[in-house]
């Protein structure tokens, strides 16, 4: 008799250590003693409980009813019923396939007798394996919405996140590289000044990466993170959202601005501006490196009309003890911002042009060592020439073997291209250069009227190109500059305060109240 083999471990039961291997030996020996023909082995690990998608179960039932007859099949066997089936629905399918084309189900253990009592037992057996599934489904759902009410989340870590089993204190937790890729992503997308695609180019250009399989960020993968609430700490379990005992990564006011440019991401994104001006990952707090948050007050005037004022903290919210109060006005970052950018400017036009003509002077200098230089090349260059006239009158004089002539040859025209190439490339820098230091310089000097006159997201864009980083405390503003606008503030330094609060601390002179 010719039969076929079907052995099935479900997901959960392969993580605890079932293994495929022993029932395959088992059905085997029963083949074995029972003196039956193993025309074909069936091996799966999916899930038999009711309403799953059974793609292995499906394909071997359809392949013994299409090959019963031709293979001469005339029993399934299995290790126990469970193996087969965990519901009624593949249970009716199976004495189905009996009635049909005569083949039957035969077990290592949970035989059933033949007639009405036999077709009892089984019909009772299959009742009971679909209970067990039904049940063993109630608990763990029972389990996950239970974990999620005590502020944890289920299943694999999101993106930016991990899984710590070991910790039960803190079974959730950032991930030490990717969860800075996700603050980043976060931070230029409420920009809007980034669509899907230029996102990922630059966060690539910025060195994060998505996977080792693919290391540049998809479209799918930066839709799922903008719009997975677990980074600003909310679980969401089915429709409902349940707060998160687990480190948010980014603060609310960030998250809604990129909610905002998501709903709207039919408009150009140049017209997009966060829901606060100086929010979006701008400013970070001087104390705890905390994200600086924007927050809207309307108070309700006596004249029936209503005033907002906009203000930014530090969305730290278990700050140390220690740690001041970070609250600011957007007037006061707005004057902050206003007068650390005119510290660049020189006191008077006598002082500015001075400096230009400082930067023509030395550019002169570069230039005519440029020049000096181009004379080397042009010597150097004649001397190669004249090498290769030799080279090839040793050759018709026949000093010289054709071989090595073309070896000594195509050195010197390789030194002679790499020569032209360097000549070329210093004379465009030396005539550039000179220009590009007078554009920066009047750009420095001029950089709190073009701020004054600047809309929102051209204001942000002009203070990311001017600074590296840009800090809050209780009182100043502190802005580290790039370069070359760092050199223009290393005059004795003033830190930009609030209007009611002006510090100004010299690094040369010890001692000072900060």
């Not at 499906?58 to 013994?64: G, L």
């Not at 309700?300 to 006005?329: F, M």
Request: proline share 4%; glycine share 4%; aromatic share 8%.
């Amino acid at each position: 008799m010719n039969v076929i083999i079907w052995a099935r471990v479900s997901t959960r039961e392969q993580r605890e250590g079932y293994s495929i291997d022993a029932q395959l030996r088992a059905n085997r020996e029963k083949a074995r003693r029972e003196g039956w023909k193993v025309v074909r082995e069936f091996v799966v690990a999916e899930s038999a409980k009711r309403g799953a998608e059974r793609t292995a179960f499906n394909s071997m039932f359809q392949w013994v009813k299409k090959n019963a007859a031709k293979e001469n099949i005339r029993a399934i066997v299995a290790h126990k019923l469970d193996r087969v089936c965990r519901n009624m629905r593949d249970a009716v399918r199976l004495q189905e396939l009996e009635d049909d084309c005569k083949v039957r189900l035969a077990f290592v253990e949970n035989e059933f007798g033949k007639g009405p009592s036999g077709a009892l037992s089984f019909n009772v057996m299959a009742a009971v394996a679909q209970y067990y599934s039904d049940n063993l489904r109630t608990e763990v759902i029972k389990g996950m919405e239970e974990r999620v009410r005590q502020g944890w989340p289920t299943g694999l870590a999101a993106f930016g996140y991990l899984n710590v089993p070991g910790d039960r204190n803190a079974p959730y937790q950032p991930h030490p590289e990717k969860s800075k890729a996700v603050i980043r992503a976060f931070e230029l997308y409420s920009t809007g000044r980034y669509c899907f695609r230029t996102l990922a180019d630059r966060l690539e250009e910025e060195g994060y990466t998505y996977t080792v399989d693919n290391p540049k960020f998809t479209r799918t993968a930066l839709s799922n993170i903008l719009n997975n609430r677990i980074h600003v700490g909310v679980i969401r379990y089915g429709k409902n959202f349940f707060p998160g005992k687990h480190k948010p990564l980014i603060d609310g006011s960030l998250f809604r601005a990129c909610q905002t440019i998501l709903l709207g991401k039919n408009h150009k994104t140049s017209d997009i501006r966060p829901v606060h001006a100086y929010s979006g990952g701008l400013f970070r707090c001087q104390f705890c490196d905390s994200l600086i948050t924007g927050e809207t007050i309307r108070r309700k005037l006596k004249s029936g009309g209503i005033r907002e004022h906009t203000y930014y903290r530090c969305a730290n919210n278990q700050p140390d003890v220690d740690h001041p109060i970070v609250r600011w006005k957007e007037d006061d970052i707005e004057t902050a911002i206003t007068s650390d950018l005119q510290s660049m400017r020189l006191p008077d036009e006598a002082a500015r042009e001075w400096f230009r003509q400082a930067i023509r002077e030395a550019f002169s200098d570069a230039s005519q060592r440029a020049k000096q230089q181009q004379r080397v090349y042009k010597k150097r260059r004649s001397e190669l020439s004249n090498n290769l006239e030799r080279l090839l009158n040793l050759v018709i004089s026949g000093t010289m073997d054709e071989a090595t002539y073309r070896e000594r040859r195509d050195a010197i025209k390789e030194e002679i291209v790499q020569l032209d190439r360097d000549a070329e490339s210093r004379q465009e820098n030396a005539e550039n250069d000179e220009k590009i230091a007078l554009e920066v310089f009047d750009l420095s000097q001029n950089m709190g009227e073009i701020w004054a006159r600047s809309k929102i997201p051209q204001k942000r864009q002009l203070l990311e190109s001017v600074s590296l980083n840009r800090a809050l405390s209780d009182v100043s503003l502190v802005i580290s500059k790039r370069k070359p606008f760092d050199v223009l503030t290393k005059r004795p330094s003033v830190l930009s305060s609030r209007s009611d609060r002006i510090r100004t601390y010299d690094p040369l002179v010890p001692n000072q109240m900060r």
